[in-house]
């Protein structure tokens, strides 16, 4: 079956630990795009990517980076700098052509300790 | 800037009422989509309904409509005969084209309960 896969489900760091999630899909998308959700805020953009190895800073990218080597794969770290790590984090694709809906993985869970 | 605004938190419905959940957006593109998505308590997002800025007539997706009115900068979706599994936060969403790609942003959503 076609579609994104996140992981870990659930992850846990100490502060000052650099942390890396995982996204890939196989829906051959090419664009590609990480969101952060806090209760009461919604689905905040931290990054996307339209083509390998081009990505773009979403509205909230301190403290977080990717890379797009892959087309199927963006992974996200959450770095030391960023100030409140703890949230729910998803990852989503599109066609990147104008069409269709954002596809969405399961996200994955941070927690720093 | 472009921006969605839902300002209903919560809402409650009774099981096999219709009710609207309110969205508006802001954008200074022509060209544009709008989206609702669900999410259930499992956390995962749901797709339910899509609107193209130049479409005609508003989307209708089952018991999912979506009450576009261009104008007004709104885009609100309707649930009729609502059910107990409708239960969930429901995100409003825009898709603007931005830089050779499409940026989607989401407003921070209503949280629905339905009464038996």
């Known amino acids: 079956d076609g579609g994104i896969t996140q992981s870990p489900k659930y992850l846990f760091r100490k502060e000052g630990q650099n942390v890396t999630l995982s996204c890939e899909q196989n829906l051959n998308h090419d664009a590609m795009y990480w969101y952060r959700q806090d209760p009461g805020q919604g689905l905040r953009l931290i990054y996307y990517?339209?083509?390998?190895?081009?990505?773009q800073k979403g509205d909230i990218a301190e403290g977080y980076s990717v890379s797009r080597e892959k087309k199927e794969s963006f992974p996200l770290t959450v770095t030391s700098a960023q100030k409140n790590p703890t949230a729910f984090y998803l990852c989503a694709s599109s066609t990147g052509q104008g069409d269709g809906e954002l596809f969405f993985g399961e996200g994955s869970r941070l927690t720093v300790l | 800037a472009q921006k969605i605004t839902q300002t209903q938190p919560g809402m409650f419905v009774q099981e096999k009422e219709a009710v609207t959940l309110d969205c508006t957006y802001d954008?200074?593109?022509?060209?544009?989509?709008l989206f609702w998505y669900k999410q259930p308590s499992s956390g995962e997002m749901i797709f339910l309904i899509y609107q193209g800025s130049y479409d005609q007539q508003n989307a209708t997706e089952g018991r999912y409509s979506l009450n576009f009115q261009k104008a007004r900068k709104s885009a609100n979706l309707v649930i009729s005969a609502s059910q107990l599994g409708d239960s969930a936060m429901y995100f409003c969403?825009?898709?603007?084209?931005?830089?050779?790609?499409?940026?989607?942003?989401f407003g921070t959503g209503t949280r629905l309960k339905v009464l038996a």
């Open positions: 954008t200074s593109d022509p060209s544009y989509g």
């Open positions: 990517s339209q083509i390998v190895n081009d990505f």
């Open positions: 969403a825009m898709r603007e084209p931005r830089r050779g790609t499409y940026k989607y942003i």
